[in-house]
C-alpha cells in the first residue's frame, strides 16, 4: 500500500544511446515492450533498447478500443488468443499494476442464420479449446443485457449470440505503463522519440539499426510497429502480405452504468462497450483504402452512430466527445505475422489487423522465447511469414467481417 | 466524407462512392513458381508515398480507373481510364 | 436576481415560462435559459464535480463547461446555461446521491485529496484478483456523470441538410461577419455559422445558421454543422474561421468554488438576462476587455471590492468557502469578503478547427498562447483565432490551501499534474492520458492551455518544447442522434414481395435482401416439389448479360469452366474463383447467341461479380458489354414432377422432353409476358427458372400459382438442394475454399491456356487436396449444428457447413469439410452435437437421384 502515496518514478529518464545492445526491440507500443518484459523476466536478458519514434504507447497502444478475447474461428487462433487472455488475468499482479481488466463478458450478435452459423463455428472451435464461449438465444441475451433492443422490427433483428464471458476490456494504457515500468525496473532501456532509419545486415544477418540519434549494433532486431511495419521492414528489404488502413473510433461524455457487456455485431461494422468512467467507447471496421495518414472522418461517425442506436435507441441524446484514428496492418488472411523472417536475426510481429492489443502478453512471451531460444514456439508456427509462401493460410475472414 | 477523388467519368466526388481494389499489381506472364504466384497474390509494397491503384465508381458511373494518390496525404494527384 | 428591464436584454417579460427544478417550481421569461432562470431564482450550485462530487456552479455560461449539466426532460448531461428554458421543463440535478446541496458522495472530496492522488486506481486492488471485480462494481457506480432513461425510444426528429457555398465564416463576431458581408458584397454565396442565437435578421446577402456549431473542418473541405435537430453538411470553395478565442481560468486554490466565474458568465448574466451575477465581487483579469467587466458589474449594482491587473507580475490567490460556495477571496495577503470572483488568466486562440484541417499550431512566445499557423488551401482565419488580441498569464506558484483545479472536468488538480511529472509520465501527451486532464467535456477548451503552462513551468521548458495534445474532433459534442439522422431500412425486395407477404410468409435476410424463410410447413412445401410442383421466387439471382463479338473469350477466360464451345440455347453451371484460386461465386451462364450470355449469380454476390467482370475487362479490354439487369429481370422457379404440365398451358414454348432439354434455354412467353426459361435444377427435380421484367413479376407470380404449384421458401430450398449434395456458396465455403477441395473439380478445366486462378489451382493439385467438401449421413438422425465440428482425437478435424432432416430420405443429412483421407464414400466421421459426440458415414454422390433421373425427365 505505501506505493500509493509515495511517489516513484515510473521509469527514468532517456538515456544516452549505448553503442551495442544485444536486442533492438523497435516500437514502444505493448508489443514492443512486452516482449522487453519477458526477455529480462524470462530469459534474464537485459541489455535491450526499446526505440519508439514517438512517446511510449503511442501508436495502436493507446488508440485500439481495449477489447481482450479468445473466441477466435481458427484453432490455431483461439488456442493463441486463449493463452493471452489467461496472461492479462494474471498480468495486473505480475505487473503489480492495476489494468483495470473488467471481464464483463463479450457477446457477437448474429443477425441472419450465416451469422449463427459463423457463431457455432467459433463456439465449436473454442469448447474443443476449453475456451468458455457459447452460442445463446434471444432469452438469456435478453438476461446479459436488458437495454438492448431485442424486437423484430429493427432492421437486423437479434438472432443470437456467441456468448464469451471472459472476454472483457482494460485500460490500454495502464497495460504499456506497467509494462514499461517492469522493462524500466528490469535495466532495460526505453528510448521514446528515437525514430528507427535503416536496419544494417552482413551476409543475410541483422546486425544493426541506424536511428535518428545515430548508429546502434545488435545482434537481433524486432520489429513491433502496426501500421507502420511494411516501412520498417523495407529497412531490412523483407517484403510483406500487408496493406495499411485506418480504423476509428469515438467515445461519448460519461454516463452512469448502462451497459455491463461488450456488444459487437458483424453485420452492422459496430462494436460497444461502456468503461469504468461511464464513456461508451464505440468503434467500426476499417477503412477500405490504404493510407498512412491518420485522420478521423465524419461518415464513420455517422456510420457508427446509427448502428449503434439501431441496438440502443435509448443512447440517442448521448453526445460524442471525441473520435480518433489507428492505423492498422491487414494481412490476407486476417492472422498476425509474427516470428522469423528471411533476415537471420530479423523478427516481425505485424499483420494484427484489429487484433493486436489483445495479443500482447502472449506476442511478447513468444517473441521473447524465440529471441533466447533461436526456435520458434509451437504456438506462433503457424503465424510465419513463411505461410504466404507455402499457402497455409490461418483464415480468421470469415469471422473477420468484424469482430473486436 | 473523406477525402475527394476525381473520377474520370463524373469529376470530383467524394471517397465513399467508390470501391478501392488497391494497389496495382502486375500479374506474371507464364506459368509462376509458387513463389511468384505468392508475392503476386499476397505481397504488396503499401508505399507511404504516391501509390497507382484501382478505383471503382461504384455509386455512380461503375467505371474502373486508376488514381495516383499520396498515402500520407490521401491527396489525389491524378485520375484516368485504363489505356 | 432579476434587474429592471434593461435595454438589449434576450428576455421576454411578457412571456413568463415556468418549469421545475428538482419538483419544485422555477419561473422564468422567453429568452431565459434554464440556468439563467435557475440562477435568477437564486440557485447557485448547479452541479457535482466528475470525481470529488464537490458543488460547481455556473462558469461560462456560453456552454463550454461541465459545471452547469443536468438532467432535462430525461435527456441527461444538458448545458443547461444554453438550454433554452421552455414551460413544463422537467429538470433534475444529476451525478448526486441525494441532493446538490447535500450529496453523499461529496465524502470523496474530503478523502479524495491525499488518498486517491492520480494514479490511484492504477496501484490498489491488484490483491487478491478476486476482490477487484467487487471494486469495480462500486467504481462503475460512482463514475459517469447523467443517467440513460432506459425506456426512452429513439424520436426519429432528424434530418440532413446539404449546403454548397463559395465562402463559409465559422463565427458570428465582429471578425467573422466583416468577412462575410465583404464576399457577400463581391457577389459571392456566403453561409455564416454561428453559436449563438441570432439576434434580429441575419446581415443582407448572408445565410446564416445559428445557434449552430461547426463540428469539424475534415477531409474534402466537409464541415458538418449542428444546429439543433438539422445537421447541415457544408461545402465551400473558401472556410473563414473566425472562432475567436476561449477566456481562460485562473489557476489558485480554492478556483473551483462556486461564485466564481469568466467575465462571459457576467456578460451575459447581465446584458442577456438582466440578473445581478452576485453582491460583491472582485475582478481578477488578465486582459482589458475582461478588466472591464468591472463595470458590466457596478452597472448591474454589484459592489466591485477589487480590480486585480493580473499582468503585473504573478500574485498569490486563495479562494475559500462553505459547503463549496465562495466567501472570500486572498489577493497578495489581503481578504476580500465576497460572493462572486470574476476570474479571466486571458483568451487563447480557438484553433482546433484549423488544427484539425491541417494548420500547425505554435506557442506565441509573445503572447503566451497556442496560436495556429501554416494554414492549408482555401481556410482562412479572422480575428482573435490567429492570436490578434490574445494572451494569457502562467500559472502563478500556488498557496498551499484548498484543492487547485487545472481541469474541472476530470477534477485534475495541480497536485495531480506535479505528481505525474514526478513518477515519469513527462510528454504532455503521456500527461494527458495519466492525469485524463482535457479528456473531459469541455474538450480541454478550460484546460490545455493552463496543463501545458504548468507543464511548462514543472519541467523548466519552454511551452513550445512541451507542445500541444492532438486537437481531437467534434469540436463539440455532439447528439449520436443528429449524427445518425432518420432510422431508415436498406433492406431490398423483390417484385413480387408483397405476394409473399399475403401469403404469409415469413421473412429473412440474404444479404441485403429480404426473402421468404417459408410459407409455414418447409416440410411440405419441401414435399410438394418432390410429388407435385412449387414454385420460388428467385428473383434475388443476380443477373448480366455480357454481349459483344468477345463476349465467349471473355467468359472462358475469367471462369475456370469452359464456354466458348457452349452452344446458344445451352447452359452451364459456372464457379467464380479469384486469381488465388478462391471460390468468389457460383451460378449459370446460358448462351443466347454467339455474342450474347446471360449470367446469373448468387443472391448476395451480384454487385461483387459484376465490378469483378469490370474490372478485368479493364485490364483485358475485350469488345463485349456487361449490363447488370438484377434489378430489371424478375425470376421465379418453377419445379416438381408436375412442372411440365403445369407451364405447358401457360407458354408458347413446346416443353416436349426433346424439344426442352435439361439445360436447355429457350425464350418464349409465359402468361404473355416475354420469358427466358432456362431448364435447370437447383432443386433436383424438373425445374424451369422463369426470366422476365419485374414489372410483370406479380402477373407470373399468380399465374403459376394458379395452377396449384405450391409456393417454397428458402428453408425447404436449402433441404431439397441439400439432397442433392449442391452447395452454397458462402455457406458450405469460405475465403479460403478452392473448386478442387470443394469437390468440383469437373468444372475447372486445366487444359485451357489461361484462366483467372488457373496458376493457383495447378499448385493445389501438385501440392494435394488436404481438405475436403463431402456429404454425409447421421448414424443416429441427430441434426448437428451447422458450424459443428468434425472431431478426430479430441480436435477439430473440420467443419459442419449444411445439415438438415430430410422427410424425403428420412435420414439427416448434410455436408462437412474433412481432411483428405476421411473424403472416402462410407467413412466413419465424427461430428459434435450439443457438446457430444455423434457418428456419421462420408457420402460422395448426391443422397437423392444421384443419378439426375429426375433433373432430366
Same mark, same amino acid.
Given at each position: 500500500m505505501k506505493d500509493i502515496f509515495r511517489v516513484r518514478r515510473m521509469w527514468r529518464p532517456r538515456s544516452e544511446l549505448k553503442p551495442r545492445y544485444d536486442v533492438v526491440i523497435v516500437g514502444g507500443g505493448t508489443h514492443g515492450l512486452a516482449t522487453a518484459y519477458y526477455l529480462a523476466k524470462n530469459h534474464g536478458i537485459t541489455n535491450v533498447a526499446v526505440l519508439e519514434k514517438s512517446y511510449i504507447g503511442s501508436g495502436a497502444a493507446g488508440r485500439n478500443t481495449t477489447i481482450i478475447r479468445a473466441n477466435y474461428r481458427t484453432p490455431e487462433g483461439a488456442e493463441f488468443y486463449k493463452k493471452s487472455v489467461e496472461l492479462y488475468e494474471e498480468l495486473g499482479a505480475d505487473l503489480d499494476f492495476n489494468l483495470l481488466f473488467s471481464q464483463q463478458g463479450h457477446l457477437t450478435l448474429a443477425h441472419s442464420d450465416r451469422g449463427i452459423i459463423t457463431a457455432t463455428e467459433r463456439a465449436e472451435v473454442n469448447q474443443l479449446l476449453g475456451i468458455d464461449s457459447r452460442v445463446i438465444g434471444r432469452d438469456e441475451i435478453r438476461e446479459l443485457c436488458p437495454e438492448m433492443d431485442l424486437s423484430d422490427d429493427v432492421t437486423w433483428p437479434v438472432m443470437a449470440a456467441l456468448y464469451h464471458p471472459r472476454g472483457g476490456i482494460i485500460r490500454h494504457d495502464a497495460v504499456v505503463w506497467g509494462y514499461a515500468r517492469g522493462v524500466d525496473r528490469r535495466g532495460i532501456e526505453i528510448h521514446p522519440y528515437t525514430e528507427v532509419t535503416g536496419i544494417d545486415r552482413e551476409n543475410g544477418r541483422v546486425t544493426g539499426v541506424q536511428t535518428n540519434r545515430g548508429p546502434i549494433s545488435c545482434g537481433t532486431v524486432i520489429s513491433a510497429t502496426a501500421g507502420w511495419s511494411t516501412l520498417v521492414c523495407d529497412l531490412a528489404d523483407v517484403p510483406l502480405p500487408i496493406t495499411t488502413h485506418i480504423l476509428q473510433a469515438f467515445v461519448t461524455? !460519461?454516463?452512469?452504468?448502462?451497459?455491463?457487456?461488450?456488444?459487437?455485431s458483424s453485420q452492422m461494422h459496430v462494436y460497444i462497450s461502456q468503461t469504468d468512467r461511464g464513456e461508451f467507447l464505440i468503434g467500426a471496421e476499417i477503412e477500405p483504402y490504404t493510407t498512412y495518414r491518420g485522420t478521423s472522418t465524419f461518415p464513420f461517425l455517422e456510420f457508427a452512430a446509427r448502428h449503434t442506436l439501431e441496438l440502443f435507441p435509448q443512447l440517442e441524446r448521448v453526445k460524442v466527445l471525441r473520435q480518433w484514428t489507428g492505423l492498422c496492418d491487414v494481412s490476407p488472411d486476417y492472422s498476425p505475422i509474427l516470428?522469423?523472417?528471411?533476415?537471420?536475426?530479423?523478427?516481425?510481429?505485424? #499483420? +494484427?489487423?484489429?487484433?493486436?492489443?489483445k495479443a500482447a502478453p502472449i506476442v511478447g512471451t513468444t517473441l521473447a522465447e524465440l529471441v533466447a531460444t533461436g526456435d520458434t514456439p509451437a504456438l506462433i508456427q503457424p503465424f510465419e511469414l513463411e505461410r504466404f509462401y507455402t499457402d497455409t493460410l490461418v483464415s480468421e475472414v470469415a469471422a473477420a467481417a468484424v469482430s473486436h | 466524407m473523406s477525402f475527394l477523388l476525381a473520377c474520370p467519368n463524373c469529376g470530383p466526388r467524394d471517397v465513399n462512392e467508390f470501391h478501392c481494389q488497391g494497389e496495382v499489381t502486375i500479374r506474371p506472364k507464364a506459368s509462376p513458381s509458387r513463389r511468384e504466384l505468392s508475392e503476386y497474390l499476397y505481397f504488396r509494397r503499401n508505399v507511404a508515398g504516391v501509390q497507382r491503384e484501382w478505383w471503382y465508381h461504384r455509386m455512380g458511373c461503375e467505371a474502373w480507373f486508376l488514381a495516383e494518390r499520396d498515402t500520407r496525404t490521401n491527396e489525389v494527384l491524378s485520375t484516368e481510364l485504363p489505356e | 436576481m432579476r434587474l429592471d428591464p434593461r435595454p438589449g436584454e434576450r428576455i421576454d417579460r411578457s412571456e413568463p415560462i415556468r418549469f421545475t427544478f428538482e419538483g419544485k417550481l422555477v419561473e422564468g421569461f422567453a429568452g431565459d435559459t434554464i440556468g439563467s432562470a435557475l440562477y435568477a431564482g437564486g440557485r447557485r450550485v448547479f452541479s457535482r464535480s466528475f470525481k470529488y462530487h464537490r458543488p460547481r456552479g455556473l462558469l461560462c455560461c456560453s456552454g463550454a463547461c461541465p459545471n452547469c449539466m443536468m438532467e432535462v426532460d430525461g435527456v441527461p448531461n444538458v448545458r443547461v446555461c444554453v438550454a433554452p428554458a421552455h414551460e413544463g421543463a422537467v429538470v433534475k440535478a444529476q451525478n448526486v446521491r441525494g441532493s446538490l446541496e447535500r450529496d453523499l458522495m461529496a465524502a470523496t472530496d474530503k478523502f479524495g485529496g491525499p488518498f486517491t492522488p492520480v494514479g490511484f486506481y492504477y496501484r490498489t486492488m491488484i490483491r487478491p484478483r478476486a476482490a477487484w471485480p467487487l471494486f469495480e462494481k462500486f467504481l462503475r457506480s460512482a463514475a459517469g456523470l447523467g443517467t440513460i432513461d432506459k425506456h426512452a425510444r429513439r424520436t426519429g426528429r432528424y434530418d440532413v441538410e446539404h449546403r454548397h457555398a463559395d465562402v463559409l465564416v465559422i463565427g458570428g463576431g465582429s471578425a467573422g461577419l466583416e468577412a462575410a458581408r465583404a464576399a457577400a458584397a463581391s457577389g459571392e454565396h456566403v453561409v455564416v455559422v454561428d453559436e449563438n442565437a441570432p439576434r434580429g435578421d441575419a446581415p443582407g446577402g448572408l445565410e446564416l445558421l445559428a445557434p449552430a456549431?461547426?463540428?469539424?473542418?475534415? =477531409?474534402? %473541405?466537409?464541415?458538418?454543422?449542428?444546429?439543433?435537430?438539422?445537421?447541415?453538411?457544408?461545402?465551400?470553395?473558401?472556410?473563414? &474561421?473566425?472562432?475567436?478565442?476561449?477566456?481562460? !481560468? &485562473?489557476?489558485? !486554490?480554492?478556483?473551483?468554488? &462556486?461564485?466564481?466565474?469568466? !467575465?462571459?458568465?457576467v456578460r451575459r448574466l447581465v446584458h442577456d438576462f438582466s440578473i445581478r451575477p452576485g453582491e460583491k465581487a472582485v475582478v481578477l483579469a488578465a486582459d482589458d476587455d475582461a478588466l472591464a467587466i468591472a463595470d458590466d458589474l457596478r452597472d448591474a449594482g454589484t459592489q466591485v471590492l477589487e480590480v486585480v491587473d493580473l499582468r503585473n507580475g504573478p500574485h498569490r490567490i486563495s479562494a475559500s468557502g462553505t459547503k463549496g460556495r465562495l466567501n472570500g477571496v486572498g489577493v497578495e495577503g489581503v481578504r476580500y469578503n465576497c460572493d462572486l470572483v470574476v476570474a479571466s488568466g486571458g483568451r487563447q486562440p480557438a484553433y482546433s478547427l484549423l488544427a484539425q484541417a491541417g494548420a500547425t499550431v505554435a506557442y506565441d512566445e509573445g503572447r503566451g498562447v497556442f496560436v495556429p499557423r501554416d494554414l492549408p488551401a482555401n481556410v482562412e482565419a479572422v480575428g482573435s483565432v490567429t492570436g490578434e488580441g490574445t494572451g494569457s498569464i502562467a500559472p502563478a506558484k500556488t498557496l498551499l490551501g484548498d484543492k487547485t483545479f487545472v481541469c474541472l472536468c476530470e477534477d485534475v488538480t495541480e497536485k495531480d499534474v506535479k505528481r505525474a511529472i514526478a513518477e515519469g509520465f513527462d510528454s504532455i501527451e503521456l500527461a494527458k492520458r495519466y492525469t485524463t486532464v482535457t479528456m473531459g467535456p469541455c474538450q480541454g477548451r478550460l484546460c490545455h492551455l493552463a496543463s501545458v503552462r504548468m507543464y511548462a513551468r514543472e519541467t523548466k521548458q519552454g511551452e513550445d518544447a512541451i507542445g500541444t495534445t492532438t486537437a481531437r474532433p467534434p469540436w463539440s459534442p455532439v447528439e449520436l442522434g443528429l449524427l445518425a439522422g432518420r432510422p431508415h431500412e436498406p433492406g431490398k425486395r423483390t417484385s413480387i414481395h408483397h405476394r409473399h407477404k399475403e401469403a404469409g410468409a415469413t421473412m429473412m435476410w440474404t444479404g441485403s435482401w429480404r426473402r421468404p424463410h417459408s410459407y409455414g410447413d418447409p416440410a411440405a412445401e419441401a414435399r410438394a416439389v418432390h410429388e407435385s410442383a412449387g414454385l420460388i421466387d428467385v428473383s434475388t439471382l443476380g443477373k448480366l448479360v455480357v454481349r459483344g463479338p468477345e463476349a465467349a473469350v471473355f467468359l472462358e477466360r475469367i471462369y475456370p469452366n469452359r464456354f466458348a464451345d457452349l452452344k446458344p440455347g445451352r447452359i452451364r453451371y459456372a464457379v467464380l474463383g479469384?486469381?488465388?484460386?478462391?471460390?468468389?461465386?457460383?451460378?449459370?451462364?446460358?448462351?443466347?447467341?454467339? =455474342?450474347?450470355?446471360?449470367?446469373?449469380?448468387?443472391?448476395? #454476390?451480384?454487385? #461483387?461479380?459484376?465490378? +469483378?467482370? =469490370? +474490372?478485368?475487362?479493364?485490364?483485358w479490354k475485350l469488345d463485349l458489354s456487361i449490363v447488370d439487369v438484377t434489378g430489371a429481370v424478375a425470376a421465379v422457379n418453377l419445379a416438381g414432377p408436375q412442372a411440365r404440365e403445369l407451364l405447358g398451358p401457360l407458354t408458347d414454348v413446346d416443353l416436349a422432353p426433346d424439344a426442352f432439354k435439361y439445360l436447355d434455354a429457350k425464350q418464349g412467353k409465359v402468361a404473355g409476358v416475354p420469358t427466358l426459361l432456362l431448364r435447370i435444377g437447383f432443386v433436383g427435380e424438373l425445374g424451369y427458372e422463369l426470366h422476365f421484367p419485374s414489372p410483370h413479376g406479380e402477373t407470373v407470380w399468380d399465374a403459376l400459382a394458379a395452377t396449384g404449384a405450391t409456393p417454397f421458401g428458402l428453408e425447404p430450398q436449402r433441404i431439397l438442394r441439400l439432397e442433392k449434395m449442391h452447395v452454397l456458396i458462402g455457406q458450405d465455403t469460405d475465403s479460403e475454399?478452392?473448386?478442387?477441395?470443394?469437390?468440383?473439380?469437373?468444372?475447372?478445366?486445366? =487444359?485451357?491456356?489461361?484462366?483467372?486462378?488457373?496458376?493457383?489451382?495447378?499448385?493445389?493439385?501438385?501440392? %494435394?487436396?488436404?481438405?475436403?467438401?463431402v456429404g454425409f449421413e447421421m448414424q443416429n438422425g441427430s441434426v448437428p449444428p451447422e458450424g459443428g465440428a468434425v472431431v478426430r482425437d479430441g480436435r477439430l478435424a473440420g467443419r459442419v457447413t449444411s445439415a438438415r432432416f430430410s422427410e424425403q430420405l428420412g435420414r439427416a443429412i448434410g455436408l462437412a469439410w474433412v481432411p483428405e483421407e476421411l473424403a472416402v464414400e462410407d467413412a466413419d466421421i465424427t461430428l459434435r452435437v450439443s457438446a457430444g459426440l455423434e457418428r456419421a458415414k462420408v457420402r460422395l454422390r448426391p443422397f437423392f437421384d444421384p443419378e439426375g433421373e429426375r433433373l432430366r425427365s
Open positions: 461524455e !460519461p454516463m452512469k452504468p448502462f451497459l455491463d457487456v461488450i456488444i459487437v516470428g522469423k523472417t528471411e533476415v537471420e536475426g530479423f523478427h516481425v510481429s505485424a #499483420g +494484427w489487423g484489429t487484433y493486436g492489443f | - | 456549431t461547426a463540428l469539424g473542418i475534415y =477531409e474534402g %473541405g466537409l464541415v458538418p454543422v449542428a444546429a439543433g435537430r438539422i445537421l447541415y453538411k457544408v461545402r465551400a470553395k473558401r472556410i473563414v &474561421v473566425a472562432t475567436g478565442a476561449l477566456e481562460q !481560468p &485562473v489557476i489558485f !486554490p480554492g478556483n473551483d468554488l &462556486v461564485g466564481i466565474v469568466l !467575465p462571459e458568465a479469384t486469381d488465388g484460386g478462391r471460390i468468389m461465386d457460383d451460378g449459370t451462364v446460358a448462351r443466347i447467341d454467339d =455474342e450474347t450470355f446471360y449470367v446469373t449469380t448468387t443472391s448476395t #454476390g451480384a454487385e #461483387g461479380v459484376i465490378e +469483378w467482370f =469490370e +474490372w478485368w475487362n479493364a485490364i475454399s478452392n473448386a478442387l477441395e470443394a469437390s468440383m473439380p469437373w468444372i475447372v478445366k486445366f =487444359e485451357k491456356d489461361e484462366f483467372v486462378g488457373k496458376w493457383a489451382l495447378e499448385h493445389v493439385q501438385e501440392r %494435394g487436396m488436404r481438405d475436403r467438401l
